[in-house]
């Protein structure tokens, strides 16, 4: 597509209940980040992905929160008994290929809201 | 310890005024990479401007600018002739070990809020 992708751009869960939040990049990027960005604050490094391996997930909170990219393109981001701390617009990220000096293009967003 | 600074949480500017957000950060990797984002409140982050360590001059795109100066490791950004759709979030942000394999991720600062007066 044209951009990133991001679904669904709303979710509300309550306490305990699992979520998959979907991240479609742009095609052909090799590169997939996720962000966590609390509200008030600037975007926080969640996990990398160079096609379909998982590079980097030192930002990972908790053994709660789990990504995958199976195929090398679209990705899921998925939240385990979610927790009040987890509310925050989850963001996704691509960029082409491996250079440092690539940018990235974000998503809009995923928020989450958890009761 | 902090690796980007923005100190001005909230910045107010006249239409057609020029603005300058202020960014440091905090690197012993020669080779880096710093880049502003806007975020409108729609939440889209929007790529600005570029600058490289290695890069002799400032980076421009429009009316953006970047005032990069090494030595006090400032990555300032100057917004000319402001307009109403300007008014956003601004965030600086960090990439070191540019251009070696491998991406390192960004790391990005709180932010500045950005309001243009008409």
């Known amino acids: 597509g044209a951009g990133v992708s991001q679904s669904p751009r709303y979710k509300v869960a309550k306490r305990g209940q699992d979520v998959a939040l979907r991240c479609d990049p742009i095609?052909?990027?090799?590169?997939l980040f996720w962000y966590q960005q609390a509200l008030g604050q600037g975007p926080e490094f969640l996990t990398y992905?160079?096609?379909?391996?998982?590079?980097?997930k030192s930002g990972l909170p908790s053994d709660r929160f789990f990504a995958e990219r199976p195929e090398g393109s679209v990705s899921t981001l998925k939240i385990q008994r979610t927790q009040q701390e987890d509310s925050a617009v989850y963001l996704c990220a691509s960029s082409l290929d491996r250079s440092g000096a690539n940018v990235l293009t974000f998503g809009a967003g995923s928020r989450l809201t958890v009761l | 310890a902090q690796k980007i600074t923005q100190t001005q949480p909230g910045m107010f500017v006249q239409e057609k005024e020029a603005v300058t957000l202020d960014c440091t950060y905090d690197t012993s990797d020669p080779s880096y990479g710093l880049f502003w984002y806007k975020q409108p409140s729609s939440g889209e982050m929007i790529f600005l401007i570029y600058?490289?360590?290695?890069?002799?001059q400032n980076a421009t795109e429009g009316r953006y600018s970047l005032n990069f100066q090494k030595a006090r490791k400032s990555a300032n950004l100057v917004i000319s002739a402001s307009q109403l759709g300007d008014s956003a979030m601004y965030f600086c942000?960090?990439?070191?070990?540019?251009?070696?394999?491998?991406?390192?991720?960004?790391?990005f600062g709180k932010g500045t809020r950005l309001s243009v007066i008409a």
């Open positions: 600058q490289g360590s290695y890069d002799q």
């Open positions: 992905f160079q096609n379909e391996a998982q590079l980097d």
């Open positions: 942000a960090m990439r070191e070990g540019v251009g070696f394999a491998g991406n390192t991720p960004l790391v």
């Open positions: 095609s052909g990027h090799v590169s």
